[in-house]
């Protein structure tokens, strides 16, 4: 145990070092604070001339689909009556145009609404009391929890009691992203500073869930936080050597409606490689300490360098799955503006220099060197843990000599 609050102080030092190096203090000028007071005003004002609500409703009728122009441009329009179903306007009826057309030439479109979509709803009301009902978006809250329970259902299904624990450390996963890292820095934390510490929650919490408090479990934790932080400090090489600024065309389009909160896009930029590297790592650590631990309940007089050896070779396996893995998350979730961007005659070289496309790259692979890296830490932990040639048995196979073996 000595060996193991060792590298545990060891690593809590290096973490703490990392962030103490790149923390920032998120600076507000005297002229900001008088542009956001001054929004603000602007802001109250506004909403004493009308009121403005977002809530839900039902479409219960709805017409063909027709164009509308609109000087140059052309917009396909579907008139639909929508009924309110939540809210102060509860019960309300209003007739309204639903424009399909995402963009200027009709090329993208919306789906077409039908009798019993559920839809978000803008209401409008002026001082003389008018009230016009915009149709924003359909309401598809109710399909993504749908779809989580048939997850949870299917993870029980065929994973059974081991599926229940899974469950758990989902949900656990999910909570502390939520109220620690992206809560925290909404109030302003730092987003490395909170990534890192969520990270060694997250991985800390569900392999203690999964499998308990043993060499196992420790070894698969450290693997996994050393992956993650070797993942982190890639990113942030190359970004800087890049000059990324973590800035994609969706946060440049809604911090202009930003007015009184300002976020470290660059410093965000880190926080989600961490998570989306996290995934991959916790992965690739618990294969590795569980087949050597595996190995070393089948050959108890392992020696210290065959079992490292051991670990390298699962890893070199796992390496080549994994980082497919992520390379393919990291295109798919691009995939759609690399042939947007192909179809403006631009070519290969043009479309790398695009800050978007190279912060999903720069990503994926920043990630995939995480996952690398957790294999030869995972396996040097684990060596480390088992040096001395000890029979390590979950149970005694000795029960009829009245010996018991001894359990690490």
Not at 281 to 301: R, T, Y
Not at 366 to 376: D, F, H, L, Q, W
Request: glycine letters at 8%.
């Amino acid at each position: 145990m000595k060996k193991i609050r060792v590298i545990l102080l060891v690593l809590v030092f290096f973490i703490m070092s990392i962030c103490s190096v790149y923390a920032t203090e998120g600076e507000v000028s005297q002229g900001a604070d008088a542009q956001n007071t001054e929004n603000a005003q602007n802001e109250e004002l506004v909403m004493q001339q009308e009121k403005i609500v977002d809530t839900i409703g039902k479409v219960i009728k709805v017409e063909e689909v027709r164009e509308v122009v609109t000087g140059t441009v052309t917009d396909k329009v579907q008139q639909v009556t929508i009924e309110i179903v939540e809210g102060d306007y509860i019960g309300e009826e209003y007739t309204t145009d639903y424009i399909l057309s995402y963009d200027i030439d009709g090329k993208i479109l919306a789906y077409e609404l039908d009798v019993g979509d559920k839809v978000t709803v803008q209401i409008t009301e002026d001082p003389q009391g008018n009230v016009i009902a915009t149709v924003q978006d359909v309401a598809r809250s109710n399909y993504i929890i749908g779809m989580f329970i048939v997850f949870l259902l299917s993870i029980v299904l065929i994973a059974g009691k081991q599926g229940v624990k899974a469950i758990i450390g989902l949900i656990l996963t999910i909570v502390l992203i939520y109220f620690i890292m992206v809560k925290g820095i909404f109030k302003g934390d730092n987003a490395i500073i909170s990534s890192i510490v969520t990270s060694m929650l997250v991985i800390i919490g569900t392999f203690i869930v999964i499998g308990g408090l043993n060499k196992k479990i420790i070894t698969a934790a450290i693997g996994t936080l050393g992956g993650v932080v070797s993942a982190g400090l890639m990113a942030l090489i190359f970004n800087h050597i890049a000059k990324m600024s973590g800035a994609c065309e969706d946060a440049i389009q809604l911090s202009i409606n930003m007015s009184t909160i300002n976020f470290n896009f660059r410093d965000l930029l880190f926080a989600g490689i961490i998570v989306s590297a996290l995934g991959a790592c916790m992965d690739v650590g618990m294969s590795i300490a569980s087949s050597l631990d595996e190995i070393k309940i089948k050959n108890p007089e392992i020696t210290w360098l065959e079992l490292l050896k051991s670990g390298m070779n699962i890893g070199r396996d796992v390496i080549g799955t994994m980082t497919n893995t992520l390379i393919l998350a990291y295109v798919g979730g691009s995939l759609t503006l690399i042939l947007l961007f192909m179809a403006c005659d631009m070519n290969i070289i043009e479309i790398l220099n695009k800050e978007t496309i190279a912060e999903q790259i720069i990503s994926a692979i920043a990630g995939s060197m995480g996952v690398v890296y957790t294999v030869p830490i995972t396996s040097f932990i684990y060596a480390s843990l088992n040096k001395d040639r000890t029979v390590y048995k979950k149970s005694s196979d000795n029960k009829l000599d009245g010996k018991r073996s001894l359990k690490i």
